[in-house]
């Protein structure tokens, strides 16, 4: 298996414009995640999806921040518009959640998009 | 809730010299637990896991953890660090059905020639 694929892997934009950034879960996991981590914050979890639909959101820091999962082999998470603040390693993450006891909901991670917003 | 804490922020050991970092854990229930380990620039890792199978468990890279409920810990060791160990490594706990995990704040570890 590929594992989590992240695309792009770097981001470097200017203030005020639009930044989509693309995930592809592992083949047959039904959870996905999308975290930032910045040193200031550490590891935030932004919003996580249960068979393509939004389960928390919690985590989205404002509304400039949107995700979608159209189906279960792919999720965007969008900034409109982008602002420095933003800048931040993007990860995104798969598991395969059951419901049931004593799962392990192991999460696997991608790469990661260094987002760079000018 | 269920929370984690990495008690040290950062740990700085001499290669062949063993390497603990500790963990403390917070839950109303029998948790499952993980430590996944951070590359500079890279992506995270999954060392090992606690599901309530072996206190003890085993990783990669040598590394191992025990799970001790006396003590609601989950220490991190290696017998003997190697320069390629040097990253930042997360305990975190896994919530109850929803898929979630919980991290720590991170410890960063230094291996010294």
């Known amino acids: 298996d590929a594992g989590v694929i992240q695309s792009p892997r770097h981001e470097v934009t200017e203030m005020g414009q639009e930044v989509t950034l693309r995930c592809k879960p592992i083949s047959g996991h039904n959870s996905l995640f999308w975290y930032r981590q910045t040193m200031m914050r550490g590891l935030e979890l932004l919003i996580y999806f249960n068979n393509n639909v939004p389960i928390d959101d919690s985590g989205m820091p404002e509304d400039r921040f949107s995700a979608k999962m159209p189906n279960a082999s792919f999720s965007t998470l969008k900034i409109q518009p982008s602002e420095p603040r933003d800048s931040a390693v993007y990860f995104c993450?798969?598991?395969?959640?059951?419901?049931?006891?004593?799962?392990?909901?192991?999460?696997?991670f991608g790469p990661g998009t260094r987002l760079l917003v000018l | 809730a269920q929370s984690v804490t990495q008690l040290d922020s950062h740990v700085s050991v001499s290669e062949g010299t063993p390497v603990l970092l500790r963990c403390n854990y917070s839950s109303s229930y029998s948790p499952s637990l993980f430590w996944y380990v951070q590359h500079p620039n890279k992506g995270l890792q999954l060392l090992l896991k606690y599901t309530s199978a072996a206190t003890l468990v085993k990783g990669i890279n040598g590394f191992e953890a025990e799970f001790k409920k006396s003590e609601t810990s989950f220490h991190l060791t290696k017998p003997s660090a190697h320069m390629s160990d040097a990253a930042e490594y997360f305990c975190?706990?896994?919530?109850?059905?929803?898929?979630?995990?919980?991290f720590g704040q991170g410890t960063t570890l230094q291996v010294k020639p």
């Open positions: 975190v706990h896994g919530s109850s059905n929803t898929g979630k995990l919980i």
């Open positions: 993450a798969s598991s395969l959640v059951t419901g049931g006891a004593n799962q392990e909901e192991t999460q696997y």
